[in-house]
């Protein structure tokens, strides 16, 4: 079992950054699959990026609409994983969640792909 924490969400202007923190409990943390999701109201939960475990080389991948801009890392030691978001554009307003999947297999970019979510921290990009 692994229980997820967000914190760092908060109120930007357009152009700022923030930086997001997952703090995970459990020892296998290394071993998951981590990822970032956000729903803004009346949309869809959407994927924004991902790390693969430590065992797979912790590869990054990212949706289109962030790449260039946002960068997801993990810190074992701190079993932590952060979304640095730099140049953030009102658009970027959603709740973020942090989410962690347990498979081998790659989870992808689909929320139903994940068995393990956080509550959440709100982003408010002003323009």
């Known amino acids: 079992q692994v229980q997820l924490v967000e914190s760092g969400g908060g109120l930007v202007q357009a152009g700022g950054s923030l930086r997001l923190s997952c703090a995970a409990s459990?020892?296998?943390?290394?071993?998951?699959?981590m990822a970032w999701f956000r729903q803004a109201p009346g949309k869809e939960r959407e994927f924004v990026a991902r790390?693969?475990?430590?065992?797979?080389?912790?590869?990054?991948y990212y949706a289109d609409s962030v790449k260039g801009r946002f960068t997801i890392s993990r810190d074992s030691a701190k079993n932590t994983v952060y979304l640095q978001m730099n140049s953030l554009k009102p658009e970027d307003t959603a709740v973020y969640y942090c989410?962690?999947?347990?498979?081998?297999?790659?989870?992808?970019?689909?929320?139903?792909?994940?068995?393990?979510w956080g509550q959440g921290t709100q982003v408010t990009v002003s323009s």
């Open positions: 459990g020892r296998a943390f290394s071993n998951y699959h």
């Open positions: 790390a693969s475990p430590v065992w797979s080389n912790s590869r990054t």
């Open positions: 989410a962690g999947a347990g498979t081998i297999a790659p989870p992808g970019d689909v929320a139903s792909g994940y068995d393990y």
